[in-house]
């Protein structure tokens, strides 16, 4: 693997992409005796002219720069891809510049910019293979795992190996005084201990589950992850991958392949998205959609100044109400 030079790192399956840049980064070393300058940059806040200023400039205090961008499918406006592109094709011998994203293409203006065998798409994992890759894991790690276990870690844990090792080094620690890992464990372990996200909210709020995104939005307050601009933003975000399969459904897609022309990946996410579409009309998913804007703009107007209650009424608009009839902070 040549270190310098520029890089497209594509697919879902990001432990196999973390492994690229381990032994990407080894090269370095081995080339210029030294670590690389490392600069992680992300679409929503990144300032591309500086970005390419940064990987052009010969740096004081480092041989060599490495210049990671992620979600590089979400680069479209034509002032940064011209930006990216001017580079791609003039990259520096002293930098390495790699873009990564989930999907499996990014916009043809700019992939038309890098080397073929620059181009690396990482695969999703087939079934028995996340089963293979768990039970070497506890082999290598001197534990014997219960099948059972598997396909419990298979159903709570997401699509790639970086979430398999990180949930799977959590339940080395956690056996004592035993080499066998059973279900019991994992459940134990990582179903009853896993944190609440903007993600477990959203399971809750399209399973119709209004205790439940209350408790969920009460345990995301308990550790300080109130932010309702944040909150907000997730939602909007997963209403709006939910209303893209609703869409392919009612065009006569399977709802197998509305998943995968939305990239929702993976069984558990899958089994969401489907009860969700058949539970919410394209109507109800655009009232909610609108909803969330409107309480995203109450919000940067300061008219919710009780953000906690302000965020309850919104589940309670969404969870009961479906979106409609809202209860519209600016009119209250």
């Keep these: 693997m040549a270190a310098a030079g520029v890089y ?6 990001n432990g196999t992409k973390d492994e690229f840049l381990i032994r990407l980064r080894k090269d370095i070393l ?21 970005m390419v200023a940064t990987l052009r400039n010969n740096g004081l205090f480092s041989k060599h720069r490495l210049a990671i961008l992620s979600d590089a499918h979400e680069v479209k406006k034509a002032v940064d891809i ?10 520096v011998d002293g930098a390495t510049f790699v873009m990564m994203s989930d999907q499996y293409s990014i916009d043809k203006r700019l992939a038309g910019a890098i080397p073929r065998d620059s181009v690396r798409t990482f695969f999703e ?8 890759w768990i039970i070497d894991y506890f082999k290598k ?7 059972e276990a598997v396909n419990l870690l298979l159903e709570l844990v997401e699509n790639d190996t970086r979430d398999f090792k990180r949930e799977c080094e959590r339940l080395c620690l956690f056996m004592k005084g035993t080499d066998i890992v059973t279900a019991d464990n994992v459940d134990e372990l990582i179903y009853h201990s896993k944190e609440e996200s903007v993600f477990s909210l959203f399971d809750h ?3 119709g589950d209004f205790p439940g995104s209350l408790e969920v939005l009460q345990s995301l ?9 944040a909150i907000l933003g997730g939602l909007a975000w997963q209403f709006r991958r939910l209303l893209s399969v609703k869409r392919l459904v009612e065009n006569r897609h399977s709802y197998e392949e509305a998943l995968r022309k ?13 009860q969700a579409c058949r539970r919410f009309s394209r109507e109800e998913l655009d009232s909610i959609i609108a909803l969330i804007a409107d309480y995203e703009a109450d919000f940067r107007s300061g008219l919710a100044d009780l953000q906690g209650t302000a965020l309850e009424l919104f589940l309670y608009d969404a969870v009961i109400k479906k979106g409609g009839s809202a209860t519209a902070l600016r009119s209250s």
């Design 8 to 13: 497209l790192l594509l697919g879902p399956e």
């Design 30 to 50: 081995k080339e210029t005796g030294e670590p690389p300058e490392e600069h992680r940059y992300y679409h929503f806040d990144a300032d591309y002219a500086d």
């Design 82 to 91: 011209d930006i990216l592109k001017s580079y791609c094709q003039r990259p």
């Design 125 to 132: 994992l087939f079934e028995n293979k996340k089963q293979s």
């Design 141 to 147: 790690a001197g534990f014997t795992v219960e099948p």
């Design 205 to 207: 709020v399209v399973a």
């Design 221 to 229: 307050g308990l550790s300080g992850n109130t932010d309702p601009a």
């Design 262 to 274: 939305s990239n929702i990946r993976g069984k558990k996410n899958g089994l969401t998205y489907t």
